[in-house]
Protein backbone atom coordinates (compact mmCIF):
# COMPACT_ATOMS: atom_id res chain seq x y z
CA UNK A 1 0.00 0.00 0.00
CA UNK A 2 1.36 3.20 -1.20
CA UNK A 3 1.06 6.68 0.94
CA UNK A 4 -1.53 8.10 -0.91
CA UNK A 5 -4.01 4.70 -0.49
CA UNK A 6 -3.07 4.68 3.28
CA UNK A 7 -4.03 8.07 3.55
CA UNK A 8 -7.04 7.81 1.70
CA UNK A 9 -8.56 4.78 3.82
CA UNK A 10 -7.45 6.11 7.38
CA UNK A 11 -9.39 9.69 6.59
CA UNK A 12 -12.89 6.89 5.44
CA UNK A 13 -12.29 5.23 8.68
CA UNK A 14 -12.23 8.47 10.73
CA UNK A 15 -15.27 9.51 9.46
CA UNK A 16 -16.69 6.08 10.12
CA UNK A 17 -18.83 7.07 13.51
CA UNK A 18 -20.08 3.04 13.79
CA UNK A 19 -16.12 1.78 13.70
CA UNK A 20 -13.52 4.52 14.06
CA UNK A 21 -9.95 3.49 14.48
CA UNK A 22 -8.63 2.37 17.03
CA UNK A 23 -6.49 5.07 19.75
CA UNK A 24 -3.12 4.36 20.71
CA UNK A 25 -4.06 3.62 24.15
CA UNK A 26 -6.59 1.21 23.08
CA UNK A 27 -3.72 -0.65 20.56
CA UNK A 28 -1.35 -0.71 23.64
CA UNK A 29 -4.00 -2.39 25.82
CA UNK A 30 -4.42 -5.28 22.95
CA UNK A 31 -3.14 -8.29 23.83
CA UNK A 32 -2.80 -11.63 21.58
CA UNK A 33 -5.75 -14.12 20.83
CA UNK A 34 -3.45 -17.08 21.94
CA UNK A 35 -2.71 -15.32 25.27
CA UNK A 36 -6.31 -14.32 26.56
CA UNK A 37 -7.96 -17.73 24.92
CA UNK A 38 -5.88 -19.21 27.42
CA UNK A 39 -6.13 -17.80 29.99
CA UNK A 40 -10.10 -17.67 29.55
CA UNK A 41 -10.60 -21.04 28.03
CA UNK A 42 -7.28 -23.25 28.66
CA UNK A 43 -4.68 -24.34 26.22
CA UNK A 44 -6.27 -27.56 24.57
CA UNK A 45 -9.62 -25.40 23.93
CA UNK A 46 -7.73 -22.55 22.73
CA UNK A 47 -5.54 -24.49 20.50
CA UNK A 48 -8.71 -25.75 19.01
CA UNK A 49 -10.39 -22.93 18.57
CA UNK A 50 -7.58 -21.19 16.26
CA UNK A 51 -6.80 -24.31 14.36
CA UNK A 52 -9.76 -23.40 12.59
CA UNK A 53 -8.31 -20.02 11.84
CA UNK A 54 -4.95 -21.49 10.15
CA UNK A 55 -4.32 -21.07 6.93
CA UNK A 56 -4.18 -24.16 5.08
CA UNK A 57 -0.93 -25.49 3.68
Do not use: C
Not at 23 to 31: P, S
Amino acid sequence: MNDAENTTITRAAELDVDSPPLTDAQLKKMHPAREVLSRELGKDRTDAILKRFEPAH
